[in-house]
């Protein structure tokens, strides 16, 4: 494993550096300002379209998606610095650079698995960043943890499939701009317990389709994935050929499209960790209390000594994960997937946490971003499937390399 970067990993470092230091940093403040004299606050900052458009003159677009033919073609190890840089500032960069949740799976799905009207239709509008789109699997009447539950029913009917069912957390549904679902639901009850389920492409405007509400995290309007929504879908009719793959093709697409979302989440939130720890010393060099500044006492030199060690540990599992998934693919990377997905969670809320500290009375306001960023890597304990569920399949598989 040699992870120095290749001559164009640097060159695209460098050119994404420049980007956020010249035009993402200074816009964060701008950002804030139109969103809070928005009047629907699921909107999107106007000068979100001004970053756009300079990340695409400076070829800074699509950079997730291996794909040559419809991305940068960069492997996972070439992306994962790239991810790593707009993680300073998760609710601009990803979608500046046409990179964000959900977007990127959704793409990454109809990339794989999509029909060629499929991608005419919604992945050539998708990469050129003219809609956005909405993943919707997580259910509130179920534990969707285990995706086997899913009620969500999509019947066919002649030249139609009929779908049925309410989800929340549908990640990306609020945003204005979005113009396509990616639903998941039941196909076949009484198949084999991971055959039943399918996905099928609903247009938002589709007769029956109700976004009903918002979902607040931690009382934040989190804008920056799309918005996540509770949708109800109630006798909804769309053309057989929406279906994605093939019937009973939903769960094996779902762990498909789950791989990549992971790493590319923990790849972002080492450079939240990173922008953590940065504020962490600036503010204790700063800050005096009891006669000296706060970064002399003790225990604040501890959380930095090891808030370094622990960005350094996540870094290097996450690395060697990227690295499996280009060389034996993402099921021989399963293990290192489920582990980064524990632990680099866990890593930047305990960075941010230690930086709130650092900042006192200021780190739960609105005056520094630490609290917003605690709150989406809290999320992301829960996200793409929780702590526990993580924890269970890998002892499971550390269990039956021992067994008799």
Request: hydrophobic residues 40%; aromatic residues 4%; charged residues 25%.
């Given at each position: 494993m040699d992870f120095a970067y290749d001559?164009?990993?640097?060159?695209?470092?460098?050119?994404?550096?420049?980007?956020?230091?010249?035009?993402?940093?200074?816009?964060?403040?701008?950002?804030?300002?139109?969103?809070?004299?928005?009047?629907?606050e699921w909107t999107r900052p106007p000068v979100?379209?001004?970053?756009?458009?300079e990340a695409r003159r400076q070829g800074l677009w699509n950079?997730?998606?291996?794909?040559?033919?419809?991305?940068?073609?960069?492997?996972?190890?070439?992306?994962?610095?790239?991810?790593?840089?707009?993680?300073?500032?998760?609710?601009?960069?990803?979608?500046?650079?046409?990179?964000?949740?959900?977007?990127?799976?959704?793409?990454?799905?109809?990339?794989?698995?999509?029909t060629e009207r499929q991608k005419q239709r919604w992945l050539r509008p998708l990469l050129e960043g003219e809609i956005r789109s909405a993943f919707c699997m997580t259910e509130p009447e179920v534990a969707s943890s285990d995706a086997t539950n899913i009620a969500t029913s999509i019947r066919?009917?002649?030249?139609?499939?009929?779908?049925?069912?309410?989800?929340?957390?549908?990640?990306?549904?609020?945003?204005?701009?979005?113009?396509?679902?990616?639903?998941?639901?039941?196909?076949?009850?009484?198949?084999?317990?991971?055959?039943q389920q399918s996905m099928v492409l609903v247009p938002r405007d589709t007769p029956g389709v109700t976004v009903r509400r918002g979902m607040r995290v931690f009382g934040y309007t989190d804008g920056s994935h799309g918005g996540h929504a509770e949708v109800v879908f109630d006798d909804v009719r769309v053309p057989a050929d929406n279906l994605v793959a093939g019937e009973g093709e939903g769960f094996a697409i779902a762990?498909?499209?789950?791989?990549?979302?992971?790493?590319?989440?923990?790849?972002?939130?080492?450079?939240?960790?990173?922008?953590?720890?940065?504020?962490?010393?600036?503010?204790?060099?700063?800050?005096?209390?009891?006669?000296?500044?706060?970064?002399?006492?003790?225990?604040?030199?501890?959380?930095?000594?090891?808030?370094?060690?622990?960005?350094?540990?996540?870094?290097?599992?996450?690395?060697?994960?990227a690295w499996l998934m280009?060389?034996?693919?993402?099921?021989?990377a399963h293990t290192e997937i489920?582990?980064?997905?524990?632990?680099?969670?866990l890593m930047a809320e305990w960075v941010l946490d230690k930086a709130i500290q650092v900042h006192g009375a200021g780190g739960v306001s609105q005056d520094f971003p630490l609290a917003q960023l605690w709150a989406s890597a809290r999320t992301l304990r829960l996200a793409d499937g929780p702590d526990e569920v993580h924890r269970m399949s890998l002892a499971k598989r550390e269990l039956k390399r021992h067994r008799a």
């Open positions: 001559a164009t990993t640097e060159e695209l470092r460098g050119r994404l550096l420049r980007f956020m230091d010249e035009h993402v940093h200074p816009a964060e403040a701008v950002a804030h300002e139109q969103l809070a004299g928005a009047a629907d979100l379209a001004e970053l756009k458009a950079l997730f998606l291996p794909d040559a033919e419809h991305g940068a073609g960069l492997t996972n190890l070439q992306y994962a610095p790239l991810a790593e840089i707009t993680g300073r500032s998760p609710q601009l960069a990803p979608e500046a650079l046409n990179c964000a949740a959900p977007d990127t799976g959704n793409m990454e799905v109809l990339a794989m698995f999509g066919r009917d002649g030249d139609s499939y009929v779908i049925n069912g309410r989800k929340w957390w549908s990640t990306g549904a609020m945003d204005p701009n979005c113009a396509v679902f990616i639903v998941m639901g039941k196909t076949d009850p009484d198949a084999d317990r991971h055959r762990q498909a499209r789950l791989g990549p979302g992971r790493i590319h989440h923990c790849m972002r939130l080492i450079g939240t960790a990173e922008r953590a720890l940065e504020l962490m010393c600036r503010r204790a060099n700063e800050r005096v209390a009891f006669g000296r500044p706060i970064a002399h006492q003790g225990v604040v030199q501890e959380w930095i000594a090891e808030s370094r060690v622990r960005i350094e540990q996540a870094r290097l599992l996450v690395l060697k994960t280009d060389t034996v693919g993402n099921k021989g489920q582990a980064i997905k524990i632990a680099t969670p």
